[in-house]
């Protein structure tokens, strides 16, 4: 059952520490071009649309791509000798052709990396800094996997137009502005979408998914207003487990009191992120002091152990000692809350007693 158990963890540990970040391929710029990217306002959108019939009109979609990157503040050029900062390309095909990147690893593995087995309606989304054309690129797929019996189906008429028209629809919803504005590194045009009002909720999440993920400092006042709002708390809180130092007494706050089990917890997942990435073991004894607290919930106590582990220190060693002791006393298999915990736990002691061995 140990044996089990412990190669379940490590194969988690395997996971975690060997999936990179999305946005971790920009490193592959140089500093020059990330000043680039950085000062990116006018863009050039190049789009095309394919059919079965062959060529068709794509300045609908090139029309839709201008709007929307409008949104965001960009100046959009439309002829090719206008001066412009990037192109942004645009493949719209009723039956991709392209088979897409690698199997599996980095990028691949997100949502709307292209896909080797989507042979529907798709656009393929990729960008031009000067005459490099970088590795970013994105699929956004239509609803239907086939045009013809679709446009069929709906009485619809010509199936290339029907394509079009769905991959229209596709591109009105699919957030390839803030993805972009993410990858260029502009975090305050991210930052005025979140602040309006009339911003829906789900892209304010996005929004504070994308600001975690650029590492984005200058976001956390930002980010500590947004923890007033309820339903956007838990993803501020990611997001802050991703930035600097600065808002871990923020957090261990959170952790201690806030009186809602998930921020609590998120909270406490934030502070093993934040001193993990930064080697700072000053969050250690917080951590501790809620995990030896009897009053903790199971949820809360095991994103305590998952942060004890990922900052290995001798002081962990027996609180985790002690709290193994009590849960091996346990026996319920189908409580799955307790074998969440155990786990959490189990892997905790292994990454404190191998650090504390080899110290």
């Not at 989507?118 to 960008?127: R, S």
């Not at 993410?182 to 979140?194: I, N, T």
């Not at 002690?322 to 736990?345: C, G, I, Q, T, Y």
């Amino acid at each position: 059952m140990r044996v089990a158990l412990l190669l379940s963890i490590l194969a988690i540990s395997v996971v975690v520490l060997c999936s990179p970040p999305s946005w971790a391929y920009r490193d592959y710029f140089t500093p020059e071009q990330k000043t680039l990217l950085d000062k990116i306002q006018t863009v050039r959108i190049d789009a095309i649309a394919l059919t079965d019939q062959g060529t068709v009109d794509a300045v609908p979609i090139a029309e839709l791509v201008a709007r929307r990157m409008g949104e965001l503040g960009y100046t959009v050029v439309g002829e090719a000798g206008k001066p412009h900062d990037v192109v942004i390309k645009v493949k719209c095909e009723q039956r991709k052709i392209w088979e897409g990147t690698t199997a599996s690893g980095g990028d691949a593995d997100l949502p709307d990396a292209p896909s080797r087995l989507w042979k529907g309606p798709a656009c393929q989304m990729t960008y031009l800094l000067g005459n490099m054309k970088v590795k970013w690129q994105k699929e956004v797929r239509a609803e239907v996997e086939e045009a013809g019996q679709a446009a069929q189906s709906a009485n619809a008429g010509d199936p290339g137009a029907y394509a079009m028209s769905k991959l229209r629809e596709a591109l009105e919803t699919y957030e390839f502005p803030l993805l972009l504005a993410a990858e260029w590194g502009q975090p305050e045009r991210l930052l005025k979408v979140l602040d309006r009002s009339d911003t829906p909720q789900a892209k304010k999440i996005k929004i504070l998914s994308l600001l975690g993920e650029m590492q984005a400092d200058e976001a956390l006042p930002k980010l500590r207003e947004t923890l007033k709002d309820r339903d956007l708390a838990k993803q501020a809180i990611g997001a802050m487990a991703n930035l600097g130092k600065e808002g871990i007494p923020l957090l261990a706050d959170i952790m201690n009191t806030s009186p809602h089990l998930e921020l609590q917890a998120a909270a406490a997942k934030g502070l093993g992120q934040l001193g993990g990435t930064h080697g700072d073991a000053s969050v250690v004894p917080q951590l501790l002091a809620k995990l030896e607290d009897p009053k903790t919930d199971w949820s809360v106590l095991t994103e305590v152990a998952w942060a004890l582990g990922k900052i290995p220190d001798k002081r962990s060693i027996q609180p985790l000692y002690d709290l193994d002791k009590k849960l091996s006393a346990m026996r319920d298999p189908e409580n799955v809350s307790l074998r969440k915990l155990k786990e959490a736990v189990f892997w905790a002691i292994k990454q404190c007693d191998t650090w504390d061995q080899f110290s």
